[in-house]
């Protein structure tokens, strides 16, 4: 037997557990965030089994396990909390840490298990499973796919295949596992297929997975929105696998850049003793053959009772056992890192599918495999060797977790995840911020009240799908909640309607107004949503039957709709003449107005327009007036919108659209405007290097553009 006192396993994984509560004991107070709203508001006032019939609500994938049955339960039990949703998230995380413990020793001994089991304690892979109650997809995955490979290695194949079943229905990422145990279990020159055999129970949990999604109640309309293979995607993913493991993620163009912050002194410290502690009393006890099946030892088990101690190599080769040979020892320990390597290439594999919006959490599953592997390869390296490189992993990690900042562009090459604890963390703050205002304006909203929103936060999931968040807030499953943009006849007409706009942090209510529609169907034409301006004007018609303004703007509504019989009769009920022109003022308003008499000019075109609504160059030249005159009053963008309806074909229609988007900071509508001025004009625009510096600007604000990530770290 082995000389010297051991320290017992359970206080080396209590030490690692209690490092990760107190890193991610801050989190606890994180609100929910986007699909949070989606799933509660799915099993809300629902049995269980009607909860697990109901459709899913993103109609991507069909993941019982951590969707519906996970929040109806946790749901049901706090009332909603979302406290107790992150203090029972992080209590899956340590259920993780311990089956990974176990785990791990099985396959490398005490010592590989503790540094394996801390270095995934600090690891920033689960800061957004731990800080997003939809973060039970992850956690039950991976706790599931562990307590799987953990039953398998012991022997328990059936039970193993359960927990198989219950880690896919949690989340796609595990269902390699099959392969991993095949890895795991199989002996020094044993044939693949004996040991493939073997692990056909968990291969039925996989298959019973397939049949229940296939049948399962959902479509699976909005996973093409997330899946997306291309020839870059694998070499991506793995890229990201090694980058992942190193908390390498840094800021466009700070590639080479150093870490910077600091790892959290208390979890590491408790980390760094547990390591220590568990090379300190340990000697070489031999390897006990463990975990027979069916009268057949595993791999697993002849690899299980491998613990370290010594210092060094050669003090732990002295205390060998005599029934243990050195090569024993090695063979052990090389089968533990092969295994942890093909546990890591195989847990990426199901990433390559969504490498277009990666992010750091869903390597995970991976990253327990690499920390086995590295803890094993230091198992027969003096201590210093381990302890060093958890510091070092946890300073990379630490760094990641604290980058003020997220991937936007959907690309497999970005140098930083999409959805990192940054983006919940500004997230959770903005909504918070404008929950808070909502609240304080409308304490209460009557029965069927439909909110629309407008001017919000980008990336910040206040306003997701038809108001969950909405729903969960007033605790009325009759409230419902848009974007502006989304604004239709039928949405308004439900119950009362309420306006309001987001201003930085801040959230006010549309002023309201005799004009409140007339505003809402400008908003919407200037984002070219002809519809929902048209539904705003016919309230506005409504309630105000002699408002011209409003019926001039409908009838461009109508036009550009394709209905130009409607159009003509709101023209002429506008006290429109339906004259094509041109207008005989045309040239004297056009000289005036390069003399700088600009009021001349508006005066003159401003009586030719009415008589000849069909002209879309006195349009266009009485856009150029308003415009100058006063670029604030919409007369001047709606000109600009009529004399592009009119002539969709003509390619400065284009420019002088562009330009009053670009004015009304609609950016992404006026790069799409600009896009199609310069494929009209072709050549000429090439010239135009007014209109090339403004796209340029606007590229660089968009999401993936030089200057988009400065507003995103605010």
Known sequence: MASGRSVPAFALIGLTVLAAVLLYLPA????????????????????????????????????????????????????????????????????????????????????AATFATAMVALHYTADVPI???????????????????????????????????FAALSKEVVLLTPLIAIVADRRTGEPWRVAARRAWPLALGVGVWAAIWMLAPHTRQSAGTEIEINAWNPIATYVHL?????????????????????????PLLLALIAVFMAGMGWRWRGLVMRGRAGGADTAGGAAASLVDAGEDAAAQ??????????????????????????????????????????????????????AI????????????????????????????????????????????????KFYIERATRYCERYLEDLKGMKPTLPKSSTLFFAGLKGNIAFQVANGPLMRWAYRDSSVRSYYLND???????????????????????MPPGPDLFERIAFSMLVNEW????????????????????????????????????????????????????????????????????????????????????????????????????????????????????????????????????????RYLEAFKSFRQYFKMAGADSARDLEAQIWIKGIQQSLPGGDIAPEGLRQ
């Not at 997003?132 to 022997?155: D, I, K, M, P, T």
């Not at 949405?491 to 930085?504: D, T, V, W």
């Open 131 to 165: 800080r997003w109650a939809c973060g039970s997809q992850e956690l039950l995955s991976v706790s599931g796919a562990l307590a799987a490979l953990w039953l398998f290695l012991s022997g328990r194949r059936w039970p193993a295949a359960i927990a198989m079943m």
């Open 242 to 266: 090694l980058q992942v493991i190193a908390g390498a993620e840094v800021r466009q163009g700070e590639l080479w850049r150093m870490p910077t912050v600091a790892p959290p002194p208390g």
């Open 530 to 665: 002809p519809p929902g301006a048209r539904d705003a004007l016919t309230l506005q018609l409504e309630q105000h039957p002699d408002d011209l303004r409003a019926r001039y703007w409908m009838a461009w509504c109508q036009w550009a709709l394709g209905d130009t019989l409607a159009a003509r009769a709101s023209l002429t009920a506008a006290k429109y003449a339906l004259q094509r022109g041109p207008a005989p003022t045309l040239a004297l308003g056009t000289a005036l107005g390069q003399a700088g008499k600009i009021d001349s000019a508006l005066a003159l075109m401003r009586e030719a327009v009415p008589q000849y609504a069909l002209d879309p160059v006195s349009h266009a030249l009485l856009a150029d007036l308003e415009l100058v005159k006063n670029a604030e009053d919409p007369a001047g963008p709606v000109e600009a919108y009529a004399a592009r309806t009119l002539a969709p074909g003509t390619a400065l229609m284009w420019r002088r659209w562009a330009t009053v988007q670009m004015h009304r900071h």
């Open 28 to 111: 606890l107070h994180t609100s929910f965030f986007a699909d949070d709203y989606l799933f509660l508001d799915q099993v809300r006032g629902k049995t269980l089994f009607q909860a697990l019939r109901t459709p899913d609500p993103l109609s991507n994938f069909y993941r019982p396990v951590s969707r519906q049955l996970y929040f109806w339960s946790v749901a049901g039990a706090s009332h909603e909390s979302p406290w107790v949703f992150h203090v029972v998230g992080l209590a899956w995380f340590a259920v993780l840490l311990m089956l990974l413990f176990g785990l791990a020793r099985r396959l490398a001994g005490t010592y």
């Open 373 to 420: 592997a590295l803890g094993a390869w230091f198992a027969g390296r003096a201590r210093i060797w381990a302890l060093l490189s958890l510091a070092l992993l946890a300073w990379g990690s630490n760094s990641a977790r604290h980058l003020q900042e997220f991937a936007t562009p959907r690309s497999p090459w970005t140098a930083m995840s999409h959805i990192d």
């Open 317 to 370: 080769t002295k205390s060998l056992s005599p029934r243990l040979t050195t090569r024993d020892v090695n063979e052990a320990r090389r089968h533990a890192i092969v295994t942890g390597i093909a546990w890591a290439l195989l847990a990426t594999l199901p990433v390559v599918a969504v490498a277009v919006l990666w992010s750091a959490y869903y390597y995970l599953f991976a990253v327990c495999g690499a």
């Open 487 to 509: 604004f239709t006849l039928a949405k308004a007409q439900r119950g009362p309607a309420f306006f309001f706009l987001g201003s930085g942090d801040s959230l006010s209510e």
